[in-house]
Structures are given as structure tokens and as C-alpha cells.
């Protein structure tokens, strides 16, 4: 049986019929990734190909990319490594999420973000402590990406891009360290915990002092150990936090550590004194044990964003000059073909060329049903084949992908910070800073008034009152509710818009493919002209040729003209002018009855239809009217009823005619409704909603309603509406099911009442402990065992929403804390 090869880089084996290879030295060498590839010839680009001779190993896969020889050989500034994980934004932005390690605690972040944030060409930069991911905004011009890694390696933080693959890897790496830190800890407790016990039943005197020392200098040594091996995450958090001058929650932790250990040493040494070995230990293994446990919780509350990453397939079939070839699918690139099998997951976005099939999009959009896919129809990247072959033809790969655009927009979402989580932040960095006063304060008193307790008493100061807690208490929840929505269908592109919908009194509607489906269907057409009506069909389809807005689906479709000097005029029609060799040649309008110069018709009951008119005028002549039927959208009536029930006002704001707006409202059973708005209209009707002390949430999804959606307080926009309206939008419905709205607002009542749970049992613990602590009530056990588990419970508790387990809302609680933040 032939052996499989083994990668030049990093010795892994080489997938079976996969061709990556790269002449090294006029030798064709085989490489296990484009990642391994691309890394040796970064390396043999920059001259530094001894790299490869003088090795003494094998080089670390693509998760541990970059040797410290290549640091300046700007890898990441490649683009065809970059269109992995870099997006443009407009303007000449660049996005992409960082995936950072060692960061432990809100001062981790402030200091992550102040520093990084302000260097030339870094547009913005915030950081989520729940998943341990930023999300990095710069302008490629002033600044490359590899120099924004290289400054977070100057400060103390390692960072790469955020790929999946990557992510998992260093998941295991971190689980591994932790674990085998953990035991190494326990296993040091154990052993000078025996010879403690020892001392301690023997009393004050009572052990003879040669075995007492030698248990002394064997737990020095167990001590030792443990705290160099097991506490190296404390000391290395300290360390760092100390050479930029800011105190961060590792601190505090470092000083007891290797103050209670340089005492202890102290005291050997003297042969006297009481030691405190065991109190190292301890403190370690506990606080081990609780970073690993918050960690495993912080890990499920951003499962969401783990899922879509797990969703891309690794590799792909593709198919050149008819040939089948297997791929890594992070090297095909737009216009490739590629075969998908059924139980296969579709490599990237594209558009169907040979076959039928039905896909699940279930994990992408919510929605539960297959749909089938036949030539010409776009799939996602990521969704799942469930009958029969499919061939593609790729459009979009990596970071411009549907599944790599919702990933930035979670993880942007979930780095961002509501108002509540930066005052959170900025009292943990100042809290850090008084434990550290108030415990130098313990140790002169209790130094005075009863020596041998001094140290103990500092410890637990220390330990105790760290607040990590009051750090994790929003970010844990916003991570846990939006990874929740985002299962359900609904992307949260701002967490902070989810602390403004638990008060929102008021939503507004617009109705053409928000209520309505948005695929209107022509019901009839009169001429009023010279025109006959395949005439009046092909100029209409001449002036909606490209046009965005459903209305113009139901007009486009007879693409015979050509019409010149095409002008749209939002929320009232299109303007253009079609040539003589047209058969019909002149200045044209079509739209609403006020664009177009033409009375709308009077009726005695302007809803009977529920239609729509739109008007077609030559040269100022009215010369057709159409009626258009677009029919309510599913879940409409549940939508209204849903928030009706849960005490919010509901108006619908249009720009189509009355009767097909009046149609509508009685079958939704709304009294609050406004037709013919143009922008502007539906502008200054919010703009009066809110002057009245309203909280406001919009609901749209078309160019049109991108100004309104903008103005909104909460602005909420449709998954298949225009690219500009989802641009406005601080929550988007991927389905469009806009029965969902009831369970968005239930969910952003309860985040509030979470919030406010987690951050008054977080303040309330600091406050208790630390008068504890500091009369020396509370023993150093005790607090090596509250603090970790202070911050377990309020991740825990923030777990409840990514269940979606009912909490109850109490408006009337806490309110003094989002009041005076």
C-alpha cells in the first residue's frame, strides 16, 4: 500500500489526490494546504530559504503561521490569502475578525482597543471578550494588515485572522494547555496539601523542626512548579499588562501569587516564619479550574458563529476541461466549475449550470424546507444538497461570500458595545486599580495589628475582589442572544439597537415587500392613448429595465426597447426618454398618480381592489394605467397580532395608493396607516414619533426606506430587500418572516433583564467580598473558590438566553442601572 505523502512545511500527510506542490530548490515539494504553500513560498521570497536547512524540525501548520524569521515577509498582505477572510466595505475600507489569544478580562480589551484603535489608517477596531475575536476596520493605503498583527504581537497578544479551520485548532491547543495546566495544578495541591495537613495537626511546634523544614523546601519546589508551569497565564497577563502601565484583572492575581511564594521562599530560607505554599497551589488550581470551566460556557454562548464556520466544506470537486479534480475549496476562485453530491455541502456562492436538487439553507436562513434549485438559480455557499448532483459555477469566494458576509456582520455585532457594557468596562479597570489600594491599606493594618494574618488577609483581598464578573455580565449575553436569533433566522448587525427595542412603543411598516410579498403580479392594464397595449408593456419594461423596486418586476419583463436618460426619482416613479426608431419615441413617465400629472380616480371605496395604479404618461399625456396585486406576505397578521399583544402601536407608511394600502390594513386589522409618502414623508412622519418622546423601530426593505430605516431608532430590514436598506439596518430578518418580530422584541426585553441580573449580582459580589476580605472574615480557599465561580454563574446565566429560556421582565428592577449609565 503506498504511503501517503507528508507535507514539505509541516509534515502533515497530503490529502489523496490533492496537486499542491512548489519547486523548492528544483524540486517539485508537496504541500497538505494552500496555507502550508503559501507560507514556504512567502519564506523562499524574502530570501530566507535556510530557513528550510537549518531547521531542526518540522515547521507548525498554517495555526502557528508565521516563524519569527518571517514576521517582516508581511504574509497576510497577500491577496490571495486575503480573500479568505479580508471583505471590502466602500470608501477604500478593509474588514476582517481577528481571532486573539490571552485575553482574559475588560482591561485585556480596553487596552486592546485603545492601543490599536489609534494607530494611522485603523479606522476601528473592538474586541469581544465572550468569543475572543476583534473586529479590525483600516484603510489598506496608511496601514497593512500585518502591521496591525505585528503591534498586538508587540503588546503581548497574539492574533491571526479568524478562519474556521483555524479556529478550531486553536480551540483544541488552548483546551489541551488548559487541561494539562489544570492537572499539573491539581496534582501540586494534592502533594502540598499532604504535607500541609501534616503541619497543621501537628500544631505550632509540634512537628520536629528538621521535618518541617524538609517538607518546607519539597512543597518550595512542588510550589515552584506549579506556579511557573500553571500560573503562567496570570504572570504573562500581569507582565504585559504592567510594560503598557495598565492594570488589567491578571494583575491583581500575579501579585498574590508571587507575593504569598516570595514571603514563603523568604521564610525557608530564614529557617522561620510561617509558610504559604499551599495557598499558592490552591489559588492556582481553583482559579484553573474556573477560567477553563467560564471559558467552555463562554464557548457555547457564541456557538452560533462556530456553526457557520463549521458549514464550509473543506474540500470541493472541480471540473476543468471536463476533468474532476479535488481541491481545497479556499482555492477556487469566481467562474470555476464545481460538482456538489447530494449529502455534500456547496463550497461556495454560486449559481446552478446542470442539475436539479433540493438544498437546505435551514442553518444560513431559518428557513426549515428545502428549496429546489434548478439551472439559473444562485445557491450559498455553505448549504446543504440533499437529492440529487448539482453543478456550479462559483461567484463568490471567502470573505465576499453570503456565509462570509454574515460571519463579519455577528462577529462585528458582537464585538460592538451597548452604552451599559462600556461603563461596565471602564468600573472593572478602575475597580482593578482600588482592589490593588485597598489591599496595599489591608496589609500596613493588619501588618500592625496582628503580623501572622497579614498576608492571608492580602490574599484574599486580592483574589476575591477581582471583577470579572462585572465584565463578563453583558458581553456574555449579548453573545448568547444573538447567536439564539441568528438560529432562528435573524442577524443582529448592532447589539447596542437590542437595548433600544425593549422599549420601543411604535413600529412602522412600509408594505410593498415588507407586509407584502413583494412580488406583484399585474392584474390589467387600460390604454387611455394612441398606444396599443404590447406597445405600453415594452416602454414600461424599457423604463423599469434595472430597476430594484418590486413594482418593477411586474413591469420589466418585455425587454424589446431601450430607453435613454433614465432618471428614478424615489418613492414616485422612473423618467426616461425612448428615440424615434422606437415606434413610439418621446419623454415618458411612469409611476404614482402625483409624479405622473394625472388624477387618481375617486372611489367610494378606494380598497375594493387592494390594487395598485401606476400611470404611464407621453409628453405629459396619460396613455396607460396599470393595476398591480401583491399579496400579503405569511405571518403578516401573527407579526401584528404578536406585537399588538405585547403593547406596541402599529402603523403602516407607503408610498403606494390608498386603495391598495386601505386593502391591506383591514386585513391586518390596523387603523394607523398613510398612503402616497414619498421619503421625505415617511422621514417626517418618524421624525414626529420621535419628537413625541417615542421610542421607534422601522421595518422596510427597500431603497426607498434606506433614509427612514437610518432616522429609526431600531431600524429592522427585510433578508431579500435592497443591499442599501440591510446597509441602514441594525437587525435583518434573513427570511423574511416577519413573524419573528414578536420573538426579536421578547428576546430584547429578556437580554435587558439578564443584563441587568448579571450586573447587579456582579456588583453586589464585589461589594460583599471585599469588606469581607479585608476584616479577614473570608479565608485566601474561600476567595480562590468565589471568584471563579462569581463569573460562572453570570455566563451561566447568560446561557438562558441562547436556550431561549422564558425570563421574566421586570422593568420596574434595576433601573438605576441603565438610567445612570
Not at 528544483?26 to 528550510?52: H, N, S, T, W
Not at 441562547?802 to 421582565?809: F, L, P, T, V, Y
Amino acid at each position: 500500500m503506498t504511503q501517503p505523502q507528508s507535507c514539505f512545511h509541516c509534515g502533515e500527510p497530503v490529502p489523496t489526490g490533492l496537486d499542491c506542490v512548489l519547486s523548492v530548490e528544483d524540486r517539485q515539494e508537496p504541500f497538505c494546504c494552500l496555507g502550508c504553500r503559501g507560507v514556504c513560498e512567502a519564506i523562499l521570497d524574502a530570501g530566507l530559504g535556510a530557513y528550510y536547512r537549518a531547521r531542526s524540525g518540522l515547521s507548525a501548520r498554517i495555526g502557528d503561521l508565521v516563524p519569527d524569521c518571517l514576521q517582516a515577509a508581511e504574509l497576510y498582505d497577500r491577496p490571495e490569502l486575503q480573500q479568505r477572510f479580508v471583505a471590502e466595505t466602500g470608501e477604500g475600507l478593509r474588514e476582517t475578525t481577528l481571532l486573539l489569544s490571552d485575553v482574559t478580562c475588560a482591561a485585556c480589551v480596553w487596552l486592546l482597543e485603545r492601543h490599536v484603535g489609534v494607530m494611522p489608517g485603523v479606522s476601528s477596531f473592538s474586541v469581544n471578550l465572550t468569543s475572543g475575536r476583534g473586529h479590525l476596520v483600516w484603510l489598506p493605503d496608511q496601514i497593512s494588515l500585518s502591521r496591525v498583527l505585528l503591534e498586538l504581537q508587540r503588546i503581548g497578544f497574539v492574533a491571526r485572522p479568524y478562519e474556521p479551520g483555524l479556529r478550531a485548532a486553536a480551540l483544541a491547543r488552548e483546551r489541551k494547555s488548559a487541561l494539562m495546566r489544570i492537572g499539573v495544578a491539581g496534582f501540586g495541591t494534592m502533594q502540598v496539601m499532604m504535607l500541609a495537613v501534616g503541619e497543621y495537626l501537628a500544631g505550632p511546634g509540634g512537628m520536629d523542626a528538621t521535618l518541617a523544614g524538609f517538607f518546607n523546601r519539597v512543597s518550595l519546589l512542588l510550589a515552584g512548579v506549579v506556579l511557573c508551569y500553571a500560573g503562567q497565564p496570570f504572570l504573562t497577563g500581569a507582565w504585559r499588562s504592567l510594560r503598557r502601565g495598565w492594570a488589567v484583572m491578571d494583575l491583581p492575581v500575579a501579585v498574590a501569587l508571587v507575593g504569598a511564594y516570595a514571603i514563603s521562599f523568604w521564610h525557608v530560607t530564614r529557617g522561620q516564619g510561617p509558610v504559604y505554599f499551599d495557598s499558592v497551589v490552591m489559588f492556582i488550581f481553583f482559579l484553573s479550574l474556573g477560567r477553563y470551566a467560564e471559558a467552555a460556557a463562554r464557548r457555547r454562548a457564541s456557538a452560533a458563529v462556530e456553526r457557520l464556520a463549521g458549514l464550509e466544506p473543506e474540500r470541493a470537486e472541480r471540473i476543468r476541461d471536463g476533468l474532476a479534480e479535488t481541491v481545497l475549496s479556499m482555492e477556487l476562485q469566481p467562474g470555476d466549475r464545481v460538482r456538489v453530491r447530494p449529502g455534500q455541502r456547496i463550497p461556495a456562492d454560486g449559481r446552478v449550470v446542470a442539475g436539479r436538487s433540493a438544498v437546505d439553507e435551514s442553518l444560513l436562513t431559518g428557513e426549515s424546507r428545502p428549496v429546489v434549485k434548478r439551472p439559473g438559480d444562485p445557491v450559498i455557499g455553505g448549504a446543504y444538497n440533499r437529492e440529487s448532483p448539482l453543478e456550479l459555477e462559483v461567484e463568490r469566494v471567502g470573505a465576499a461570500s453570503v456565509l462570509g458576509g454574515i460571519r463579519r456582520m455577528l462577529d462585528a455585532a458582537q464585538s460592538e458595545k451597548p452604552r451599559v457594557a462600556r461603563v461596565a468596562d471602564r468600573i472593572a479597570a478602575i475597580f482593578i486599580v482600588v482592589v490593588l489600594l485597598v489591599s496595599a491599606g489591608a496589609a500596613v493594618y493588619w501588618w500592625q495589628v496582628e503580623p501572622e494574618r497579614a498576608v492571608s488577609v492580602v490574599l484574599a483581598v486580592l483574589v476575591a475582589s477581582c471583577p470579572c464578573a462585572l465584565a463578563l455580565a453583558t458581553p456574555a449575553a449579548l453573545t448568547a442572544v444573538t447567536s439564539r436569533l441568528l438560529q432562528q433566522g435573524v442577524l443582529v448587525t448592532r447589539t447596542a439597537a437590542l437595548e433600544t427595542l425593549a422599549g420601543v412603543e411604535q413600529f412602522l411598516f412600509d408594505k410593498t415587500g415588507t407586509l407584502t410579498m413583494g412580488r406583484p403580479r399585474l392584474a390589467g392594464v387600460t390604454c387611455h392613448g394612441d398606444l396599443t397595449e404590447p406597445q405600453v408593456m415594452a416602454v414600461a419594461g424599457a423604463l423599469e429595465q434595472g430597476s430594484e423596486h418590486p413594482l418593477a418586476t411586474a413591469l420589466a419583463a418585455d425587454g424589446s426597447l431601450r430607453a435613454t436618460a433614465l432618471e428614478n426619482h424615489p418613492g414616485a416613479g422612473v423618467e426616461g426618454r425612448l428615440a424615434v426608431d422606437s415606434g413610439c419615441p418621446g419623454l415618458y413617465r411612469l409611476g404614482r398618480a402625483g409624479f405622473c400629472g394625472v388624477a387618481e380616480p375617486t372611489e367610494s371605496d378606494p380598497g375594493k381592489d387592494g390594487a395598485t395604479r401606476v400611470y404611464l404618461v407621453r409628453d405629459g399625456l396619460l396613455q396607460a394605467e396599470f393595476r398591480l396585486i401583491d399579496p400579503p406576505r405569511p405571518g403578516a397578521v401573527a407579526a401584528v397580532q404578536g406585537l399588538r399583544d405585547r403593547g406596541v402601536t402599529i402603523a403602516i407608511l407607503s408610498g403606494d395608493g390608498a386603495g391598495a394600502v386601505l386593502m391591506l390594513a383591514r386585513r391586518l386589522g390596523l387603523t394607523q396607516f398613510e398612503s402616497g409618502l414619498s421619503p421625505a414623508d415617511k422621514l417626517e412622519r418618524l421624525s414626529l414619533a420621535q419628537a413625541d418622546g417615542q421610542r421607534v423601530a422601522m421595518v422596510g426593505d427597500g431603497i426607498n426606506d434606506a433614509p427612514v430605516l437610518a432616522a429609526a431608532d431600531v431600524a429592522i430590514a427585510m433578508g431579500g430587500g435592497t443591499l442599501l436598506a440591510q446597509r441602514s439596518a441594525d437587525l435583518i430578518l434573513l427570511e423574511n418572516r416577519i413573524d419573528l418580530l414578536p420573538e426579536v422584541l421578547q428576546a430584547a426585553g429578556r437580554l435587558r433583564w439578564i443584563v441587568r441580573q448579571n450586573l447587579v449580582w456582579a456588583v453586589s459580589y464585589n461589594l460583599a467580598v471585599l469588606p469581607l476580605a479585608v476584616s479577614g472574615v473570608l479565608a485566601p480557599w474561600m476567595a480562590a473558590i468565589g471568584m471563579p465561580l462569581s463569573s460562572l454563574l453570570v455566563v451561566l446565566n447568560a446561557l438562558r438566553l441562547a436556550r431561549g429560556a422564558r425570563a421574566e421582565e421586570h422593568p420596574e428592577a434595576s433601573e438605576w442601572i441603565f438610567s445612570t449609565s
